[in-house]
């Protein structure tokens, strides 16, 4: 089964899914120079759909957080 977003938020499940991410980055929990875990990790750790992981990560770019490479993947600024 998928991982609780922390503080049990409402509102879409992309957007705690965000959230979470972005939360961890400012925490230092991800670094700069870190991977963004992998699509297909996202969906196994948080249970749901790779599109809804897709959804999460255009909200955690948008944050200016991270970069995504074409076929590397995304890395903390």
């Known amino acids: ?3 609780a977003v ?3 938020r ?3 499940r992309y957007v705690q899914i965000a959230d979470e991410i972005v939360r961890q980055i400012r925490a230092g929990v991800l670094k700069p120079g870190d991977m963004v ?8 750790r948080y249970g749901v759909s790779g599109g809804t992981i897709r959804k ?8 200016g ?3 995504t490479r074409h076929g ?5 600024k």
């Open 1 to 3: 089964m998928g991982t």
């Open 6 to 8: 922390e503080g049990g």
């Open 10 to 12: 409402s509102g879409p």
């Open 37 to 44: 875990p992998s699509e297909s990790e996202l969906v196994d």
């Open 56 to 63: 999460a990560m255009v909200e955690v770019r948008a944050s």
């Open 65 to 67: 957080l991270v970069e």
């Open 72 to 76: 590397k993947g995304s890395i903390v």
